[in-house]
């Protein structure tokens, strides 16, 4: 691609992950000795089917479901159509008379089958019936295309079977008792023998998630950017969120695998959509695209509402019978799968943690019930229960009570008003700590806005928690909604972000090796998409424009290294592990040195009762009760040493978390260098196969091994986003304090220039530092009182202190990363500073540089 003039680039350098001398390499294979898996096209669907095949226990599994799928959409469309042209329903209701006997004294019981109109009759009523002999047909054809789609998927996946079978060498039957992290440990090392790419000499972890995860992580770094039209400020309802599976499948459609979609296959984004001298017709050419579609989507609106109003009742009512209460459950919103997944996050991975956060986020929206609220239902709990008390007495005394007329439509009302109603009454015996438990929901879902912490308590933070961990009823009504809002927002809102995304595809789109096109937030690169506030100070040159938001690239790299333990970083990923790594000794050295326990009493005993009884998650309550008592303790204290107890508290239980970590300190090699930091990581190193650890071992001791190692990763992976989370507070604290010292003493230095100006040119200067925002004038000598006092700003922000500087002139401050200041020149701690920022009117910059 090195002949476009345009922002996209073939990926060189730091992003390549094939060896040295093997960028371009084509490995030739004779026709003899070539395996059947050889040079495999469509790796993205390979590898993607794979995976499904894994996830859904094997090929007969996932069979049986698929067949089951057909039969109950026929059974939907079939039963629906019964119920509306073959049931006599003056019968069923009694409001028509049936006489099977001779006698007209004899007591009259109706039947079932009474109320079924006889087959040719039933037959004329459809045929008359031209609006639903249209949506029989529309279900005929949708069903056919289901069937074909089925027998070919069967036909690939069985091509998927053989695979497992021959090359992976694993069996249908062992194949559930076998991680993700095993088989796909398996791929990388057949990669040598079968030459699945031929592209590349050898695979990496990354290589097979960016072809699994290629158009899931250009959505997550849209959703990150806020790109996609998802939030909206409604009248009376405030800012609201509305991402439904139908608006979700739409964007997909657009951008990626519809009719005149960015992509000209899975791997390669269209070549006109690489440059950047036509983005204003293909802006225009894709706002018309996507009116096309949202017309579309509305004249199919009414199919579409009444599939959705059949299915919905078909699937909750039932369990709205048998769980009233079942519907004021919480789910995660589609939206919060898509704001808190990491780059190359695979869904089990994303389902595991989302689970694990799960009951905290219950107890924590559990904290906001309303008293109010808590009375009324309280109240009417009391009068429907008493009215089916009596009831079910009387049924209980003589059971032809039953058959009165709606009594038993009355007994279900109320005993779902009862049930309705003891949701909302709070247990009495339950003591709830906000703080607390937003961060055990920290430790698993791993993302934050930064104004939650300390306001937990607050109604508008549990508002927009609400955004992401909403009401099962809100889910399905989003849902019923979902066909008549869809075109709304395709057509109003997202058309007139054409050029915004055209802009987005070019610049974030880089052509890996061996891989293809793919969404450069995906390769976790802190120099090119890392924020300083959250440790890539100094190591990134991303602007504003290029800057993934919320510590998205960094946690995304912590998690992906923590989840691969083989993978080799880059060279700049390696450098950011190194750091945090040296951090975390250097914060629990601070922890050791103050001998901040962890302390063992009830707040610690309560919050561990949120987690389960395994020892990692035991770890994280630890943590977060020690930092609470800490924080209790640091009230008296300045509020720069409560941040720090916190970040040694996080640090001491990471450098302590894992029992064999000590085993795995030799230095000298970078891989080494990387994997330090990961103590389960290092754990599971030790082989391909985690079941192969001890000879002789059955699936079910394997599986078993591989839980606990996948639970320690999960736990080290928690404490490094508390860890991380806790020094981006603390830098953003500091960033804080900063700027109103500065304030203050620009506001001091206009005072004292106004009243005494004679005195301010004879009098020596201080030579703090200052901001680009407020310069000095003229260079000033230092004295020893503002020695002194920079002595003290350096201590207390963070910067460089050098006593040899002072006499130099102030005017030539050049700024670094993590809140320090250093004139030009001067030995700092991150060599490489941060260039300033460019404007807002400068954007979309070109970012990708070979």
């Known amino acids: 691609m090195a002949h476009f003039d345009t922002e996209y680039q073939r990926l060189e350098g730091s992003y390549n992950d094939s060896p040295p001398g093997e960028e371009d390499l084509m490995v030739h294979v004779a026709e003899g000795s070539k395996s059947p898996w050889h040079h495999i096209e469509n790796l993205d669907l390979f590898f993607s089917r794979v995976y499904n095949l894994h996830q859904k226990n094997g090929f007969t599994c996932m069979l049986i479901s698929e067949i089951f799928e057909l039969m109950q959409f026929i059974f939907v469309v079939a039963f629906t159509t019964f119920l509306v042209s073959c049931v006599d329903y003056d019968i069923l209701f009694a409001n028509k008379l049936v006489n099977h006997s001779q006698h007209s004294s004899d007591p009259v019981k109706v039947t079932l089958p009474d109320a079924f109109l006889p087959p040719n009759e039933c037959s004329a009523r459809i045929q008359t019936n031209g609006f639903l002999l249209s949506i029989l047909v529309i279900a005929g054809v949708f069903w056919i295309h289901r069937l074909i789609k089925f027998i070919y998927n069967i036909c690939c996946y069985w091509e998927i079977h053989s695979f ?54 250009y959505m997550v770094a849209m959703v990150n950017k806020s790109l996609l039209p998802v939030r909206f400020h409604l009248p009376l309802l405030g800012d609201t969120v509305f991402f439904t599976r139908g608006l979700k499948y739409n964007f997909e459609l657009i951008f990626f695998w519809g009719p005149g979609s960015l992509f000209e296959n899975e791997w390669s984004l269209k070549a006109e959509y690489k440059r950047g001298s036509n983005r204003l017709e293909l802006a225009d050419k894709l706002g018309t695209r996507i009116l096309w579609i949202g017309i579309a989507n509305f004249l199919l609106c009414p199919l579409i509402l009444i599939w959705q109003i059949l299915y919905a009742f078909f699937s909750y009512t039932e369990i709205l019978k048998r769980e009233p209460g079942s519907l004021g459950a919480r789910c995660w919103s589609l939206y919060g799968r898509c704001y808190l997944r990491h780059f190359n996050e695979l869904d ?7 689970s694990k956060g799960y009951k905290p986020a219950s107890k924590y929206m559990n904290c906001f019930i309303s008293p109010l609220l808590t009375i009324v239902a309280k109240n009417v709990a009391f009068f429907a229960g008493s009215i089916l008390a009596v009831l079910i007495a009387l049924t209980i005394y003589d059971e032809d009570v039953l058959a009165v007329e709606h009594v038993l439509t009355t007994v279900t009302i109320l005993g779902v008003g009862v049930t309705v109603c003891r949701s909302f009454i709070p247990d009495q015996h339950l003591v709830f700590c906000p703080e607390q438990l937003l961060r055990v929901i920290l430790a698993h879902i791993h993302y934050m806005p ?39 927002i395709l057509i109003f809102c997202l058309r007139p972000k054409a050029l915004e995304i055209i802009d987005f595809f070019r610049n974030f789109t880089v052509e890996v090796v061996g891989v293809g096109d793919t969404c450069s937030f995906a390769q976790m690169d802190v120099r090119q998409h890392g924020h300083p506030a959250w440790m890539s100070a100094g190591k990134t040159e991303a602007s504003i424009y290029q800057q993934a938001e919320d510590g998205k690239t960094e946690l995304s790299l912590m998690h992906f290294a923590i989840t691969n333990p083989h993978w080799q970083p880059p060279r700049e990923s390696t450098a950011f592990i190194g750091l945090l790594k040296e951090r975390v000794h250097r914060d629990s050295s601070l922890a050791l040195a103050q001998q901040a326990v962890l302390p063992d009493n009830t707040l610690f005993t309560s919050i561990q009762s949120l987690q389960s009884e395994s020892e990692p998650h035991s770890l994280i309550a630890n943590v977060i009760a020690g930092s609470s008592a800490l924080g209790y303790q640091a009230v008296r204290d300045a509020q720069t040493s409560r941040h720090l107890s916190a970040v040694s508290e996080v640090a001491s239980a990471l450098r302590s978390f894992s029992p064999l970590q000590s085993t795995h300190t030799a230095h000298g090699s970078s891989h080494a260098e990387g994997s330090q930091l990961r103590g389960p990581g290092t754990m599971m190193g030790s082989g391909a196969d985690a079941r192969t650890a001890s000879s002789g071992s059955s699936a079910w001791e394997g599986q078993l091994q591989s839980l606990i190692l996948s639970e320690y990763a999960s736990t080290e992976m928690s404490l490094h986003a508390l860890y991380m989370h806790e020094l981006h507070k603390q830098h953003a604290q500091l960033d804080l304090e900063r700027h109103l010292w500065h304030r203050q003493e620009s506001d001091e230095s206009g005072e004292s220039a106004q009243d005494e100006p004679e005195v301010q040119r004879s009098t020596p200067g201080s030579a703090i530092p200052r901001s680009a925002s407020y310069p000095l004038a003229s260079p000033r000598q230092a004295g020893d009182e503002t020695a002194a006092l920079q002595a ?44 300033e920022e460019p404007s807002e009117d400068d954007l979309p910059p070109q970012i990708h540089k070979v």
């Open 164 to 217: 497992y079978i021959s090359a992976l060498k694993i069996p249908m039957s062992n194949l559930p008792y076998y991680t993700w992290q095993e088989v796909q440990a398996r791929i990388v090392q057949i990669q040598k023998e079968h030459q699945i790419c031929i592209h590349k000499k050898e695979l990496t972890e990354l290589d097979v998630y960016h072809r699994i995860l290629r158009f899931k992580n």
């Open 450 to 488: 930064d104004h939650w912490q300390g306001n937990a308590h607050r109604y508008e933070t549990r508002d927009e928690f609400a955004q992401l961990f909403q009401y099962k009823a809100v889910f399905i009504l989003e849902e019923l909604l979902s066909p008549i809002v869809t075109p709304l």
């Open 792 to 835: 003290g700003f350096q201590r207390r922000y963070g910067g460089v202190s050098d006593p040899g500087i002072v006499n130099r002139a102030p005017s030539h401050f050049a700024r670094l990363p993590l809140g320090g200041w250093a004139e030009d020149g001067q030995t700092a701690r991150h060599p490489e500073p941060v260039p």
């Open 348 to 354: 089990h991975e994303l389902q595991s943690r989302l």
